[in-house]
């Protein structure tokens, strides 16, 4: 079963740019759509951008325009480019399949504060 590994959190104040990966153990070529998900702290997972192998995309209401969901299967990675970052988008993010999800990874922390 394919997993993955969330990188490139970070610190960074309101209004900055952060760019997480999401790096498979195996070919994500055949995997129809990924996601990004997150999770604030005493809060549920939500979902929060999907792609889908024909490269169509879709974003939660509160991230549209600010974040970028893109996939490289030649590198069996997808990507998440967030701007414009407000402190409601602290939480650990996490990538995954939309469907038939693998187990979760360890996340990588993006917290946004001044």
């Known amino acids: 079963q394919v997993q993955f590994v969330e990188s490139g959190g970070g610190l960074v104040q309101p209004g900055g740019s952060l760019r997480l990966s999401c790096a498979a153990s195996?070919?994500?070529?055949?995997?129809?759509?990924m996601g990004w998900y997150r999770q604030a702290p005493g809060k549920l997972r939500e979902w929060v951008a999907t792609?889908?192998?024909?490269?169509?995309?879709n974003y939660r209401d509160s991230v549209k325009g600010r974040f970028s969901i893109t996939r490289d299967n030649a590198k069996n990675t997808v990507y998440l480019q967030m701007n414009n970052l407000k402190p409601e988008d602290t939480a650990a993010y996490y990538c995954?399949?939309?469907?038939?999800?693998?187990?979760w990874g360890q996340g990588t922390q993006v917290t946004v504060s001044s």
């Open positions: 995954n399949r939309i469907s038939s999800q693998s187990p």
């Open positions: 195996g070919s994500i070529f055949g995997i129809v759509a």
């Open positions: 792609i889908r192998s024909g490269s169509s995309t």
